[in-house]
């Protein structure tokens, strides 16, 4: 049987379709026209003799054969991505090229502006591609080989993962502005806790900080900016990372930030796939994000 119809390129497209479960998405996540991706997903589809996706307008279902397909096709992309890695490893170069790099919300936008300069210095050769999701589809896609590492917070133990330490980065209590000065030892109160939605790391975090389940009725904000807008609105008083507090500061006064209890944050890790051959220089890049953080990882009030 001659595989000389069966590019790697055309089951990245599959696997994109099926993670983004529409065309236009997937292509522009490809970096290609959604009409060639769709030109190319009808032809390996014609080729397999096997409709993976079912069209339907505004969404793509998978079709049940489909799904066995796009197991198979993972379990392909990902053993050619990981031939490419040991090879360029062997090369002297282990991190030459496209180094797909997640983030949570929560920390992204506040770490990376400043570690993508020092790792470029210190990798001259690797080119950083970015993306932010939650927590649980960061461990998925890093499970997959779509990423390479992921910027999140310790969690539960993978085996197929290995976390590599960054630091601890403190809470601040965020409340409106002239509310009375609480102990040093003060948290937000049940009724007046905002919390982010559910699928947030920080969320969970944030009721492990206070002591609280899951309040009932409490208000959900989508974001950092939206949670730091309710408390400057006076709707009541939450938790939020150090790195972010400074980055989006008091909004014009309303909002002031008070230290906690030395101990109450969050742990920073670079996630990596236990089995990736780049190990050694994994943990160089670790040292780097290590060397840029210590002044943002202090807990100071902005």
Do not use: N, W
């Not at 099926?18 to 390996?44: D, N, Y």
């Not at 030892?185 to 905002?194: F, H, K, T």
């Not at 969050?266 to 089995?275: I, P, T, W």
């Amino acid at each position: 049987m001659s595989l000389a119809g069966l590019s790697l390129r055309d089951l990245e497209y599959l696997l994109a379709v099926a993670e983004q479960r529409h065309f236009g998405r997937a292509a522009e996540s490809c970096g290609v026209s959604q009409p060639a991706l769709s030109a190319q997903i009808r032809k390996l589809e014609g080729l397999l003799g096997v409709a993976v996706f079912e069209r339907l307008p505004g969404r793509v279902l998978v079709t049940a054969r489909g799904e066995a397909v796009l197991a198979r096709a993972a379990v392909v992309v990902r053993e050619a991505r990981a031939l490419l890695l040991a090879a360029r490893a062997e090369g002297g170069e282990p991190l030459a090229g496209s180094f797909r790099l997640g983030a949570i919300p929560t920390l992204g936008p506040y770490l990376l502006p400043r570690i993508l300069r020092p790792l470029r210095e210190a990798f001259p050769a690797m080119r950083a591609v970015l993306a932010e999701s939650r927590t649980a589809e960061l461990r998925e896609s890093l499970k997959a080989g779509s990423l390479d590492a992921a910027l999140c917070c310790a969690g539960s133990a993978d085996p197929a993962l290995r976390a590599l330490p960054l630091f601890v980065e403190p809470f601040l209590l965020m409340q409106p502005s002239g509310r009375p000065a609480r102990a040093p030892a003060g948290m937000p109160e049940e009724g007046e806790l905002l919390l982010l939605e559910e699928g947030h790391c920080l969320r969970d975090q944030t009721l492990a900080a206070c002591g609280m389940g899951a309040p009932p009725g409490a208000r959900h904000a989508t974001g950092l900016e939206m949670l730091r807008h309710m408390v400057a609105a006076g709707e009541g008083s939450s938790l939020m990372p150090a790195m972010a507090a400074a980055t989006l500061g008091p909004v014009e006064g309303l909002v002031e930030y008070a230290p906690l209890p030395e101990g109450l944050g969050r742990e920073v890790v670079l996630l990596v796939r236990a089995s990736d051959p780049r190990a050694e220089a994994l943990e160089e890049v670790a040292g780097v994000i290590r060397g840029a953080v210590p002044a943002m990882a202090t807990g100071r009030a902005p």
